[in-house]
């Protein structure tokens, strides 16, 4: 089984994933963030990739290695694996989606929701500075 | 009313408002039981 946890940045992903995964049986965590960091830690250039983008999800590549990154944590673990990660561009839910039905057709995907300013609170709660340049840019996204 | 992600299409919606992250974890456990499992090989 996979789970895809998706919902707006901020919303409690990560922190739902723990407890999620201590409640069900071998599972462990998948994290594309992951994925995305270490992208720009060899150098992706984004603005190669599509113009005035900020955001490593423009990148093909993260979106290929997102779902083969499942792909093999899967397979080398052995374990069930939940994805938190906010996926927000339809075609590219649409495109991570299709990869990993295709691994596991036990694909469980869920939105976790709640009101903006709830949202803002939890940010605000976890050291997050919506003023900052990260928070606007945390911020613009939100929606 | 206006909440994120309220756009259809990205997942089963699960609300979190008034719950902790225990128990959103437990609606999510909840709701995976009660769906029938795919087969799955690793």
């Not at chain 1, 965590?29 to 490593?56: A, C, W, Y």
């Not at chain 1, 944590?73 to 075609?91: F, Q």
Request: proline share 4%.
């Amino acid at each position: 089984m996979i789970v895809l946890l998706n919902g707006s940045f901020g919303v409690g992903k990560a922190t739902v994933a723990r407890h999620l995964q201590e409640k069900l049986d071998k599972t462990s965590i998948f994290n594309p963030e992951q994925v995305g960091l270490l992208l720009s830690r060899v150098g992706v250039p984004l603005h190669f990739v599509k113009s005035e983008t900020d955001d490593f999800q423009d990148i093909p590549q993260w979106r290929r290695l997102t779902v083969e990154g499942v792909r093999l944590w899967r397979h080398v673990l052995r374990r069930n694996v939940i994805v938190p990660m906010t996926i927000a561009n339809p075609e590219y839910f649409d495109e991570i989606r299709s990869g990993l039905v295709q691994i596991d057709p036990d694909l469980r995907l869920f939105c976790l929701m709640a009101e903006l300013q709830t949202i803002k609170t939890r940010l605000n709660s976890c050291g997050v500075d919506l003023a900052s340049a990260d928070g606007r840019w945390i911020s613009a996204r939100l929606a | 009313m206006s909440k994120s992600f309220l756009r259809p299409g990205y997942g089963e919606p699960v609300e979190t408002e008034t719950l902790s992250a225990v128990q959103v974890a437990d609606e999510i456990k909840r709701r995976i039981s009660g769906q029938a499992a795919a087969a799955t090989t690793f």
